[in-house]
């Protein structure tokens, strides 16, 4: 089992450019999160899935998108890019209990 | 509202001193509470948590922690701390009324001197 896996692990954007993050699971979770963490604030909650073609809004979801058209795929995407953007993504996964997290992208937006 | 504090930002413990690291919480029902560590450059990894029974719940790595209903905590101690301990320690609550989302502490760093 990879568990939880996040494409890309690095990425420098410009001010307004787009992109999409990738999280795969291989493990059947229904629930599925996109946080962001930066220094001194743990981790923010930006959105989350109960389940194949689910999305809810987290904390911090001002800015981006996401989607769920696979159970075992949770894209999140930035539209136009903004340096308070820049971060650290992590995927998670859970069934019932405690997360499993991807081991995260870092972001830039320059 | 449900929330979560780490008191400290950073723990500082020698080698084989046993260590504790510190979290309370705030939840509208009964809680769900989970420890999770990182280490630099890596996602979460979860260490254990409480469901519910034993106020003590013991984890990965040597690691326990106990509920304290009473006081709203849920501290992580090891007996015997070790240089590979050192590393982000975040506490986490959801309430167990059917609630999707977690809430993580700021994180607590911990470093152990040989």
């Known amino acids: 089992n990879a568990g939880v896996t996040q494409t890309p692990k690095f990425r420098v954007l410009k001010t307004g450019q787009s992109m999409t993050l990738l999280c795969a699971q291989d493990?059947?979770?229904?629930?599925m999160y996109w946080y962001r963490q930066d220094p001194g604030m743990g981790l923010r909650l930006i959105h989350y899935?109960?389940?194949?073609?689910?999305?809810a809004k987290g904390e911090v979801p001002d800015g981006y998108n996401v989607s769920r058209l696979k159970k075992q795929n949770f894209l999140l995407g930035l539209e136009s890019a903004a340096p308070s953007q820049t971060s650290v993504y992590f995927c998670?996964?859970?069934?019932?209990?405690?997360?499993?997290f991807g081991p995260g992208t870092r972001l830039t937006v320059t | 509202a449900q929330s979560v504090a780490q008191p400290e930002d950073q723990v500082n413990v020698a080698e084989g001193n046993p260590l504790t690291v510190k979290c309370t919480y705030s939840?509208?029902?009964?809680?769900?509470l989970f420890w999770y560590v990182q280490y630099p450059n890596r996602g979460l990894q979860f260490l254990l948590k409480?469901?519910?029974?034993?106020?003590l719940v013991k984890g990965s790595y040597g690691f326990e922690a106990e509920f304290n209903k009473s006081q709203t905590s849920f501290h992580l101690k090891k007996p015997s701390a070790l240089v590979s301990d050192s590393a982000l320690y975040f506490c986490a609550v959801r309430d167990n009324t059917g609630g999707f989302k977690t809430i993580f502490g700021a994180g607590t760093r911990l470093f152990v001197k040989a």
């Open positions: 998670a996964s859970r069934q019932r209990y405690e997360q499993y």
């Open positions: 409480y469901i519910t029974g034993d106020n």
């Open positions: 899935s109960v389940g194949e073609g689910t999305t």
């Open positions: 493990m059947n979770h229904e629930y």
């Open positions: 939840v509208s029902g009964n809680p769900y």
